[in-house]
């Protein structure tokens, strides 16, 4: 099991950008636990088997959120919040590797994996904290 970390974050920005862009889907197999995280069930998004895969959710605690698959690791992968850090728009995906922000949003840019690329927001889409189990990835 690992947490997301500002670190591995940054550094899945390179990885990220060379990968093929795959739609983002919803989420299914999605389960709140009795501790109040969200458990997703990995083997009923088959979009997250490949590296770039993407799948949305709505959660009570973040708004809408995003899981991406950064690695072949076991636990490659990134959930941020979709709302613009500048202004809270919601971003959406861009068709050439990454979330645009767009009207009634500034314009600004992340990487697939939410990492910022052009302003005028001065931060990443807001990173959630997770941890992955054999079959499922459980957020905070
Ligand atoms: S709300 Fe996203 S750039 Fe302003």
């Known amino acids: 099991m690992d947490a997301l970390t500002r670190r591995g974050f940054l550094c899945g920005s390179a990885a990220i950008a060379a990968l093929s862009i795959t739609p983002a889907v919803a989420a299914t197999g ?46 490659g992968f990134s959930v941020f919040k979709l709302a613009c850090p500048h202004a809270g728009v919601i971003v959406k995906q861009d068709g050439s590797g990454g979330w645009v922000c767009k009207p009634p949003g500034h314009g600004s840019e992340f990487a697939l994996n939410g990492a910022l690329k052009v302003g005028p927001a001065s931060s990443a889409l807001k990173p959630i904290k997770f941890t992955v189990k054999s079959q499922s990835l459980i957020i905070s």
Do not use: P
């Open 30 to 75: 999605v389960k709140t636990l009795a501790n109040g995280k969200t458990e997703i069930d990995l083997k009923a998004n088959s979009a997250l088997n490949t590296v770039g895969g993407v799948v949305e959710l709505d959660l009570k605690k973040y708004g809408k959120i995003a899981v991406v698959r950064t690695s072949k690791s076991s636990t």
